[in-house]
């Protein structure tokens, strides 16, 4: 199935759940925070979260920055 | 005797928070902020560079045991996108903070009040200690103050400007009139004295970024904005005498040989 994950389109297994996308990308989970169609999914339920076709994933983290780069 | 910033019931020793971007390196980040004295960082979320998974973590090298995390929300336009990095913030951090920015204007970065408003009534809603970016606006101040957030948080002058206080007038009647959370300019101080006049004007603290990161002595500048607020802070504190037109002599007039 093809889901886009931080705007770049990716191609993975149907079923695969959130937990295993990381795994995927070779991310560690700490100090991540996930949202899958604009919706933010808790680390807790990212082993229970299956991901399907079409689906818009969003992976952040924290950067440097003190207000918006001028 | 303490004199400490007192933040939705969190106490810092330290009046002066600072940001986290336009460092060279996360190394002198990390230099500067020691030698700031600063208690605590804020810091921006951003979507993870999926092709770069080597890249160092920020949060390396800013000590959680150490430094209060702020996490804020750069860069958002409008309250729906602020609201969504807040959360995704929290959910990361497990820390329910936010320095909450809601921009209308990509040249000044002035805030959309409005969305700002918004923003900072549904978040306090969800439970978020909101620390509101806005401009040095009486009006805004009040309603976001009645809408729950904890602290106010007026520029000083644009973003990134180094430009120091551009309206002392809008500053004073801010710090008067409000008095039920604290008063904290963020935004616009470009070196030290433009921090320690701030301070000298009673605000409760000054948050900045660029002024530190930006100078040629990153850590030097950070050591000398550490002094400039606690100066501002002291001279406040001790009451300055008055102005005055024509001289006033400080020494006796009796006694003078002749």
New interface residues.
Partial sequence: MNIT????ETRLIEGTHIAGLLEI???KPE?????VN?R?V??SEWVSTGLGEGDKV????????????? | MTDSLIIAGREFRSRLILGSGKYETFDLMKRSLEASGTEMVTVAVRRVNLTDKSKESLLDYIDPARYHILPNTAGCYSADEAIRTAMLAREALDNNWIKLEVLGDERTLFPDNQGLLEATRRLVHEGFIVLPYLNDDLIVARRLVDAGAAAVMPLAAPIGSGLGIQNFTNLRILREQIREVPLIVDAGVGTASDATLAMELGVDGILMNTGIAGARDAVAMAEAMKHAVLAGRLAFKAGRIQKKLYASASSPSEGTIS
């Fill in positions: 994950v931080n705007g770049e990308l070779g991310l100090r991540l925070a996930i949202e604009r933010l808790r680390r969003e992976i952040v983290h924290f950067v440097g920055g003190g207000e918006s780069d001028a």
